[in-house]
């Protein structure tokens, strides 16, 4: 198994140049590619003093695990969030604490689409169980748009576990699910927040079900049963935000 990881695709990129530039160890660029969303990251990687070297398509194909749009870069080893990181930063919050459990998210696609969601909301994590979940993946940076540099992800070994620390730190505990008898727009969530999706197809499983402090549900009109995880978790993570945008 490769010790080298890679991030590819011109927001990834561009992010991690933006926040974090030095866990980039090379940076490779396509060659003959001169657009101009192209030389928005050759010039900011310089202005960070790095080092271009280009090289054939074909090398970058071999690197990036999904579409790379000329540019790949190799850096070091990303690093999940612990617990006690997770703590730290709730110690020194001044707003309503809001976090987001992904409980058994396996796609890589889903799990960058919910951080991108949650940096979007101004979340100030995402929790997710060290087993049975999707990890950091290139693919999940790249569909994350930049957010997985800004999010931080916090890897857990016992989520029920997690739930009851965070509740005993003050947290309320939604979870999403539905059966639930009432409506996400019916939980007060402008009061410190956690929102809990379960895995695709699946949904959450019992003992994380067990602590919630509530359940609700998504109202569904049409013929559909459920939403992607990804699309549900915008949805719950934006009625937080429009709860605590009121006067």
């Known amino acids: 198994m490769s010790d080298k990881e890679y991030v590819f695709g011109l927001h990834a990129v561009q992010a991690l140049l933006q926040r974090n530039p030095k866990r ?18 050759v010039d900011l990687a310089e202005s960070q003093g790095l080092k271009l070297e280009r090289v054939g398509a074909d090398e970058l194909e071999q690197l990036a695990d999904g579409v790379h749009q000329g540019v790949v870069a190799e850096v070091a080893p990303s ?24 409980d058994g998210v396996t796609d890589p696609h889903n799990l960058g689409a919910c951080l991108r969601s949650a940096d979007a909301a101004g979340a100030q994590a995402v929790i997710i169980p060290k087993d049975r979940s999707a990890g950091l993946t290139p693919v999940v940076r790249k569909v994350a748009c930049g957010a997985a540099e800004t999010v931080p992800l916090v890897a857990v070994t016992n989520l029920a576990r ?3 620390q965070l509740q005993q730190r003050g947290l309320w505990v939604v979870g999403a699910a539905g059966e639930a008898e009432q409506l996400i727009y019916q939980v007060d969530m402008s009061v410190p927040t956690v929102i809990v999706m379960g895995a695709e197809g699946s949904g959450l499983r019992r ?33 937080a935000v429009r709860q605590r945008s009121q006067p």
Do not use: Y
Request: hydrophobic letters at 45%.
């Open 24 to 41: 980039v160890k090379r940076l490779l660029l396509q060659r003959g590619r001169l657009d101009g969303r192209v030389q928005a990251v």
């Open 79 to 102: 690093q999940l969030w612990s617990e006690e990181m997770l703590g730290h930063l709730l110690d020194k919050l001044d707003t309503p604490a809001l976090l987001l459990v992904l």
């Open 162 to 164: 997690t739930l009851k």
């Open 207 to 239: 003992l994380t079900r067990e602590h919630c402090d509530f359940l609700a549900k998504l109202p569904m009109a049409g013929s559909v049963s459920s939403l992607n995880v990804s699309v549900a978790t915008g949805i719950c993570l934006f009625e």
